[in-house]
């Protein structure tokens, strides 16, 4: 077996340890909560007993039948979960403990791993500034240990990052109400309208990856800075505290605008940074 398998395998078990003591309280017996409410089907109408919740009464079929009636629900023991991960060059940026990339990974292994326990079908979009890969959603257990060994090797074609493009292919493809989890940076152009359409229809989390010092740069005199998704070099005087706060002013705005965008969309939205 090759060096490069093994390790990769080594990563894989490592997740997969991991999260079996994360996951069980992320989807078991949480799914109403944590999904709005949507992990009840419709079973069946009967007769209202003592102890039935009044707020189930159907009171077409009771005025119809002049006695009460209830409404019972099974709950959904199949939900699917899609996991739209942005593979741009942005998330090679990291400081602190590991590269935005990297966190991503750990976070997809963690929902995928947590779904699959919970008997739930799991699919990936893999996103950069056009769809890179669509993993269709199975609930297998050698399918997940599949999209974990895509996460950890994937490599993408493109480097730059459009959460619109993902959005559509995603509204378009998955049929289906679904949970998805986007995990990003959000650096991207603007995706509001593809957002709103996709919470239509899907329950959207909005996973936000990013470092401390994309925020904030610490004065660490004249430094070259690459930007990854379009390969230019630029030389930064970060001992200049004009240009440390001119800095950190348009990246408190730029995070301000998407968290505005996640609200007017009703997305449920988290910041994860690299430090943690």
Not at 19 to 44: C, D, H, I, Q, V
Not at 64 to 91: A, C
Request: charged content about 30%; hydrophobic content about 40%; glycine content about 6%.
């Amino acid at each position: 077996m090759a060096k490069d398998t093994k390790e990769l395998l080594k990563k894989v078990r490592k997740i997969e340890i991991k999260t079996r003591g994360l996951s069980p309280p992320l989807f078991s017996g949480e799914s109403n909560s944590a999904f709005k409410g949507r992990g009840m089907a419709f079973a069946e109408v009967r007769k209202y007993q003592l102890g039935d919740e009044i707020r189930t009464i159907d009171w077409n079929v009771t005025a119809r039948f002049n006695h009460p009636y209830v409404k019972t629900f099974d709950e959904e023991r199949e939900l699917t979960v899609m996991l739209l991960m942005d593979v741009s060059g942005s998330g090679n940026f990291g400081t602190i403990n590991q590269q935005k990339l990297d966190l991503a990974t750990e976070i997809c292994a963690v929902l995928a791993f947590s779904a699959i326990q919970n008997n739930d079908k799991v699919g990936v979009i893999f996103f950069s500034d056009k769809i890179e890969k669509f993993i269709t959603p199975k609930k297998v257990r050698s399918h997940i240990l599949m999209i974990i060994r895509e996460l950890i090797d994937f490599k993408p074609q493109n480097t730059g990052t459009n959460v619109a493009e993902a959005l559509k292919y995603f509204t378009s493809a998955i049929k289906k109400r679904c949970t998805a989890f986007i995990i990003s940076d959000f650096i991207s152009p603007e995706f509001e309208a593809e957002l709103k359409i996709a919470n239509k229809k899907h329950d959207i989390i909005a996973l936000r990856l990013f470092d401390k010092h994309e925020e904030e740069f610490p004065d660490l005199g004249l430094i070259p800075v690459k930007d990854e998704e379009t390969g230019e070099v630029m030389w930064i005087n970060t001992g200049d505290k004009k240009v440390r706060d001119a800095f950190k002013i348009d990246a408190l705005k730029r995070n301000a605008h998407v968290k505005e965008v996640f609200s007017r969309s009703g997305v449920d939205t988290a910041g994860i940074g690299t430090h943690e």
